[in-house]
């Protein structure tokens, strides 16, 4: 991957922005930038209004607003290990986040690349309902498609393994529509600008993972 730029991984809920996103940050050595972990990272923080606020957002499947997550992105892009370029899991996720984004790419002279991770709805509820992950290493897993080589546990700490609060139905359902009402468009926007590719993302991990590489060579 040339050095400096930012990767955008757009995708739905399930489609495997996650999984990918860690093997990239393995492969290329640039960190792996997740809003969704960040912003799970401030819930749990404790009682502050922020933490109550996306707390409540996240397990009802709504998007944060636009403003929390341009202060946490920009931060998080300053920092040390970001310098040779990053991946973005998760963002952005409206308009008003993507045009965020290239002021950020502007102000540090960097090209934004981004993958859309296509996959079939149909596909999408067992793997959300059935991924567990790890709360120590992070450790993507699902009971159906890649369990842990014991019950629940992960294979790399041997912390109990969590399910996310969001992976009901009630939340899937509303992650969805939050997705085609407001980060689908996103797919034309990046397609007008002619910086998107788009692979399949239905294959195995490993055949999704060798068609990044492709790209990002
Ligand atoms: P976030 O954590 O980003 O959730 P999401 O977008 O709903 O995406 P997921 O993490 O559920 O799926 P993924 O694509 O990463 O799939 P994964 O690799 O885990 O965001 C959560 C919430 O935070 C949002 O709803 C919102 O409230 C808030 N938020 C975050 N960012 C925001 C933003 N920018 N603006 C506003 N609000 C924001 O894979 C899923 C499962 O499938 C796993 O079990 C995995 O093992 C399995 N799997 C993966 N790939 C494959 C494959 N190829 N074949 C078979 N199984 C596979
Ligand atoms: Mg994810």
């Given at each position: ?52 606020q996306i707390r409540e957002t996240q397990a009802a499947g709504k998007l944060v607003s636009d403003e929390i997550l341009i202060q ?146």
């Open positions: 991957m040339s050095v400096g730029k930012i990767i955008v991984i757009l995708g739905a809920p399930g489609s495997g922005k996650g999984t990918q996103a860690k093997r990239l940050q393995e492969k290329f050595s640039v960190p792996q930038i997740s809003t969704g972990d960040i912003l799970r990272a401030i819930a749990k923080e404790g009682f502050s209004l922020l933490a109550e946490v992105v920009s931060e998080r892009t300053q920092k040390e290990d970001c310098k040779k370029g990053f991946i973005l899991d998760g963002y952005p996720r409206t308009l008003g986040q993507a045009q965020q984004l290239e002021g950020l790419a502007l102000s540090q002279e960097r090209e934004i690349k981004v993958v859309n991770v296509d996959i079939l709805d149909s596909l999408l509820l067992k793997r959300l309902t059935g991924r567990r992950s790890c709360p120590s290493c992070g450790e993507i897993y699902n009971i159906y498609f890649k369990p842990p080589k014991s019950n629940n546990i992960c294979d790399h700490c041997s912390e109990f393994l969590i399910h996310r609060s969001d992976d009901n139905l009630e939340s899937i359902n509303k992650r969805l529509q939050e997705y085609r009402k407001n980060t689908e468009p996103l797919i034309d926007y990046y397609k007008k600008h002619q910086c998107l590719s788009s692979i399949d993302g239905t294959q195995s991990p490993d055949e999704v993972f060798e068609l990044l590489c492709q790209i990002f060579q």
